[in-house]
């Protein structure tokens, strides 16, 4: 299952963004974690938005997890709940037969 979620400017306080911003020297420590779990992973983080992709082996994803492991990753638990991250979404594709590609399940929501 592919999944995404994340903050940006528009759903998330200043605060929140500025906390749970991830630096480009912590990058590998914060994929290392999350590749513990998933077969891929992305994390898109600027000064506007943090974002993490990923790819796991299960149709269950349990996004609160990875929430939960971003929030704790940065110390952000006095700050930031897992109700910031406004955007979340999860894409299941199953293959058929060689080369022909379905996409079985798809949820979006943003909590606003």
Known sequence: MLFAFGINHKTAP???RE???I???EIPDLL???KETLLECV???TCNRTEIYGVCGSADVDLDFYKDLVIKFKNAEEIVTKEHF???SRVVIAMDTV???T???LSFSKNL
């Open 99 to 101: 080369g022909e590609f």
């Open 86 to 88: 406004l955007l979340q």
């Open 32 to 34: 290392t974690k999350l």
């Open 14 to 16: 200043i605060e929140v």
């Open 19 to 21: 906390k749970l911003y």
């Open 23 to 25: 630096h480009e020297s």
């Open 43 to 45: 994390i898109l983080s």
């Open 103 to 105: 996409v079985r399940d």
